[in-house]
């Protein structure tokens, strides 16, 4: 599952597994951990819409993880590994 929010976001939000929720609709953070994350960060004064989000089952993490890394570099300006 790929990553979800703003590519450019300086907070990078990995989360260990898609739950159920996330499972069926190919997003990450939509079920009771997404509402419990999104309280947090508003507690914390993070604007959630600021940040990416991914969750990967451990079969898939590094190409997911890398993948969105990748995305979230570029759009820094920074090439991956460089």
């Known amino acids: ?3 979800d929010g703003e590519r450019s976001a300086l907070v990078l939000i990995v ?6 929720q996330e499972g069926r609709q190919g997003h990450s953070f939509i079920g009771p951990a997404g509402k419990v994350l999104t309280r947090a960060l508003e507690d914390a ?3 959630p819409k600021q940040t990416s989000a991914t969750a990967e089952d451990r079969d898939a993490v590094c190409p997911g993880l890398v993948a969105d890394l990748c995305l979230a570099m570029q759009a820094l300006g920074k090439s991956p590994g460089g």
């Open 15 to 20: 989360g260990e597994q898609p739950g159920d």
């Open 1 to 3: 599952m790929f990553g």
């Open 45 to 47: 004064g993070i604007d």
